[in-house]
């Protein structure tokens, strides 16, 4: 079975069981490319790993992850990817850099501190 296919059995699932808007299937591939977008566009890391995978995530954690004024963080992100050669490295960097990332960090403290990066 093709990854496609199994993304699409996957969301048919959470249809035919009435979990849509409750639950969302994201898939992740060491190749993975949005529709529309270069191969090496720097959004497709956000849905790359090591092996083909599935996650099933609840709708209201995904809201609670990710608030609209994160927006120019992210594109920020992208763009320092984009910038600096579409190394997997400056993605990491661009997110513990990033303000939405340092404010959750003093928000919980028991999380792990992060140095600036330099």
């Known amino acids: ?6 993304v699409s059995l996957a969301e048919a699932l959470i249809e ?3 979990y849509e808007g409750i639950y969302q299937v ?3 591939h060491p190749k993975y490319c949005f529709k529309d977008s270069e191969e090496n566009d720097a959004a497709n ?3 790359r790993s090591v092996y083909p995978m599935l996650h099933i995530l609840r709708e209201t954690s995904m809201e609670k992850a990710l608030e609209y004024y994160d927006e120019p963080a992210v594109a920020a992100i992208i763009r320092r990817v984009e ?3 579409y ?3 400056e993605a990491i960097i661009g997110i513990v850099d990033s303000v939405p990332f340092q404010q959750r960090q003093r928000e919980h403290p028991t999380l792990p501190q992060s ?3 330099r």
């Open 1 to 6: 079975m093709i990854e496609g296919d199994l």
């Open 16 to 18: 035919k069981e009435n």
């Open 26 to 28: 994201a898939s992740f």
């Open 45 to 47: 890391y956000t849905n």
């Open 83 to 85: 910038d600096n050669g």
């Open 87 to 89: 190394h997997f490295s």
């Open 115 to 117: 140095e600036p990066a």
